[in-house]
Structure formats: structure tokens, C-alpha cells
């Protein structure tokens, strides 16, 4: 069965403190791992498609990277506007599978 | 462009009725799929359909009805409403299907709670 698993489930940052979010998958025949950014009471905004491991992409403080087993979510120099759930997702063989999420709240 | 668009936003429903909630994308995706939101879990697909007239059951499909007429619409039907269906309700398309490596478009959800 699929599964995809995010830690921590919450992490509380001082602004400009660098941290990185996990997202660990077990998924048959990877497709692409999803990165979401969802603020509250909104709808997952999408942020970045990873296709196999090695690969990296990056957008403003935001970077991505993805081995076999896990994709990471790095978070150079945070502001506040960063705070946010982040949502991991996985698709396989098996339909699009979400992770619980990381609640992030970056303090100025 | 208004991408993905939900109504109504927030409901109240007593135990034992019935709602429609509405979505609607104006991508001429021909994807689109209802997902819940719990807390401590992770967004679950209940129906999805992969072009107008195809409708499939997603993981948690139970108390719920589907329909796709047109490309645009993809109601999602409540038929008797529990507290158990509390919840977020996200509506999502792409332009490719449920295996897909294409993201996602999702709508802001309807926050229903059944009382």
C-alpha cells in the first residue's frame, strides 16, 4: 500500500532560521512527488513536481529534493509570510497520495 | 481566471439531509475529483471522473453520489448527511488523469459540518 509520511508535524521557526521539512514515501513505480503550500482556509496551492531521485528544483526560499525513499523540503532565511501546511504528495501505480502535512509558522 | 470554484463555502446540515455542494473549472481540464480534509490525516479522494459522463469511486466513496454532465461541473451529492461527514471538501482537475504526474488544481473547499 502507498503511504506517505510527513515530519514534523508542526515546526515553529525565527525568521531567517533555515530548517528543512521531510516527507518519507513508499510508493510502487514513482510517477512524481508533490509539493503543496496550503494556508489557511485555502485550497493546496501547488508549488513543485519532482520526477526521480537526484533531482532538484527551487523557487525564491523554497527548495526541493528527492532521493528513493524521501523528499525534502528546504527553507533558506523563512519570513513570516512562509507560514503555512505544507503537503506532500506521492503518485504511483496507485492513485495521488497525501501526507498529514507540516504546519509551519515562522515568528518575526 | 478563476481556476477552481467552490460552493457554497460554508454548511450547516442537521443529520439526515441532503446537499449538493457545487464545483466548477474553467481550465477545460478533463479531470476533476472530490477530496476531504480531516484533521491529523491527509486530503482522501472520494469520487474522481476523467472526462463528462465517467465517474469512478475514489478511497472514502461511501455517502456519496457523483455526476459529470459537462467538462466544466462535477457536483459531489451528500444523499444523508452524518456527523461523520464533517469535514473540508476539496475539489481538484488537471489536464491529465489519476496516475498522473501533473499537479492538481485545487478550489478554496466548503466547510461542512453536520450537526
Known amino acids: 500500500e502507498d503511504q506517505v509520511t510527513q515530519s514534523p508535524e508542526a515546526l515553529r521557526l525565527q525568521e531567517g532560521e533555515s530548517s528543512s521539512l521531510n516527507c518519507s514515501y513508499t510508493?510502487?513505480?514513482?510517477?512524481?512527488l508533490f509539493w503543496y503550500r496550503q494556508d489557511p482556509g485555502k485550497g493546496p496551492e501547488f508549488l513543485f513536481t519532482?520526477?526521480?531521485a537526484g533531482e532538484e528544483k527551487e523557487k525564491e526560499r523554497l527548495k526541493a529534493t528527492l532521493t528513493k525513499k524521501e523528499s525534502f523540503l528546504h527553507i533558506t532565511a523563512p519570513k513570516p509570510e512562509d507560514s503555512a501546511t505544507y503537503l506532500c504528495?506521492?503518485?504511483?501505480?496507485?492513485?495521488?497520495?497525501f501526507g498529514s502535512g507540516t504546519r509551519l509558522q515562522v515568528q518575526p | 481566471n478563476a481556476g477552481v470554484t467552490q460552493t457554497p463555502k460554508f454548511q450547516v446540515l442537521k443529520t439526515g439531509q441532503s446537499m449538493t455542494l457545487q464545483c466548477a473549472q474553467d481550465?477545460?481540464?478533463?479531470?476533476m475529483s472530490w477530496y476531504r480534509q480531516d484533521p491529523g490525516m491527509g486530503l482522501r479522494l472520494i469520487h474522481y471522473?476523467?472526462?463528462?459522463?465517467?465517474?469512478d469511486q475514489g478511497e472514502v466513496p461511501n455517502g456519496y453520489n457523483v455526476s459529470r454532465s459537462t467538462t466544466e461541473d462535477f457536483p459531489l451529492r451528500l444523499l444523508s448527511a452524518a456527523p461523520s461527514q464533517t469535514s473540508v471538501y476539496f475539489c481538484?482537475?488537471?489536464?491529465?488523469?489519476?496516475?498522473?504526474?501533473?499537479?492538481?488544481?485545487f478550489g478554496d473547499g466548503t466547510r461542512l459540518s453536520i450537526l
Open positions: 519532482l520526477y526521480s
Open positions: 481538484a482537475s488537471s489536464p491529465l488523469g489519476l496516475y498522473s504526474n501533473q499537479p492538481q488544481h
Open positions: 510508493v510502487s513505480g514513482l510517477r512524481g
Open positions: 471522473s476523467v472526462g463528462a459522463g465517467i465517474t
Open positions: 481550465m477545460n481540464h478533463e479531470y
Open positions: 504528495a506521492s503518485t504511483g501505480r496507485r492513485a495521488l497520495t
